[in-house]
């Protein structure tokens, strides 16, 4: 039996990519006040984990336009990380070493996820983007 069970995005390395950036955003996060629990903290947290469930949720799309939506909405959470990220920096609560640290690996992310997303397309040329 393959090492994935049968679940083909574990094997996909913008997945466990996706997987690493969850994990500096929880290490980030995990150093902000105690008052920011149900603020920047839960929310960065939520929108990391929903790129990589958006990721995995494309893998059993029947239609390539269907795999792109989740594609899509993975790339919008990775949009609303780097948002908390610049909340968290007007807050003082990172620095900018951090935040370009943060941008660089998000950057090579939503890189991806468009290449993803461009692939996706090329291969259904007759279905209109959307």
Same mark, same amino acid.
């Given at each position: 039996?393959?090492?994935?069970?049968?679940?083909?995005?574990?094997?996909?390395? *913008?997945?466990?990519?996706?997987?690493?950036?969850?994990? @500096?955003?929880?290490? =980030?996060?995990? #150093?902000?006040? #105690? +008052?920011? %629990?149900?603020?920047?903290? &839960?929310?960065? %947290?939520?929108? !990391?984990? !929903?790129?990589? $469930?958006? *990721?995995?949720?494309?893998?059993?799309?029947?239609? &390539?336009?269907?795999?792109?939506?989740? =594609?899509?909405?993975?790339?919008? !959470?990775? &949009?609303?990380? *780097?948002?908390?990220?610049?909340?968290? *920096? &007007? +807050?003082?609560? =990172?620095?900018?070493?951090? /935040?370009?640290? =943060?941008? @660089?690996?998000?950057?090579? $992310?939503? #890189?991806?996820?468009?290449?993803?997303?461009?692939?996706?397309?090329? /291969?259904?040329?007759?279905?209109?983007? !959307?």
């Amino acid at each position: 039996m393959d090492k994935n069970y049968g679940f083909r995005f574990r094997s996909w390395n *913008i997945y466990n990519d996706a997987r690493k950036f969850k994990r @500096e955003i929880y290490s =980030i996060v995990s #150093k902000f006040p #105690k +008052e920011e %629990k149900f603020g920047i903290i &839960d929310q960065a %947290k939520r929108a !990391s984990v !929903s790129i990589i $469930l958006n *990721i995995a949720e494309s893998a059993n799309k029947n239609t &390539d336009k269907d795999m792109r939506v989740y =594609i899509n909405r993975a790339h919008c !959470s990775l &949009d609303e990380v *780097i948002a908390c990220m610049d909340c968290a *920096i &007007d +807050e003082g609560f =990172i620095d900018v070493k951090t /935040q370009t640290h =943060i941008l @660089e690996i998000a950057c090579d $992310l939503a #890189k991806r996820l468009n290449g993803f997303t461009k692939y996706l397309t090329e /291969q259904s040329p007759h279905i209109v983007k !959307s």
